[in-house]
Nanobody, 124 residues
């Protein structure tokens, strides 16, 4: 049974930083891709960033590129999202998700496993 547990959300002022972590268990993830999604009130869930467990290639939404960095630690089975230069529009619940590495990495419907989500609030 795959389990994904996020941590690291909170309240931060605009321009600040937060680091989200996702602890993954229950599977060997070498053939998986891990995604970070977010959902703001009244909006659809959207891709933020994704990383292929092996070889570690990444992709980012245009809105976060050059501000956010996604990474994975193979030894600890964790995926992190370093968020810098945060803006009020980054406020959302952030979710970690996993899927077998095939097809689109940006389609939330293609991910099989999800964490419970962690709230990120950026004040202006």
């Amino acid at each position: 049974q795959v389990q994904l547990v996020e941590s690291g959300g909170g309240l931060v002022q605009a321009g600040g930083s937060l680091r989200l972590s996702c602890a993954a268990s229950g599977r060997t993830f070498s053939k998986y891709a891990m995604g970070w999604f977010r959902q703001a009130p009244g909006k659809e869930r959207e891709i933020v960033a994704a990383v292929r467990w092996s070889p570690g290639t990444t992709l980012y939404a245009t809105s976060v590129k050059d501000r956010f960095t996604v990474s994975r630690d193979i030894t600890k089975n964790t995926v992190s999202l370093q968020m810098n230069s945060l803006k009020p529009e980054d406020t959302a619940v952030y979710y970690c998700a996993a899927k077998l590495f095939m097809g689109s990495l940006t389609d939330s419907g293609s991910y099989n496993y999800w964490g419970q989500g962690t709230q990120v609030t950026v004040s202006s």
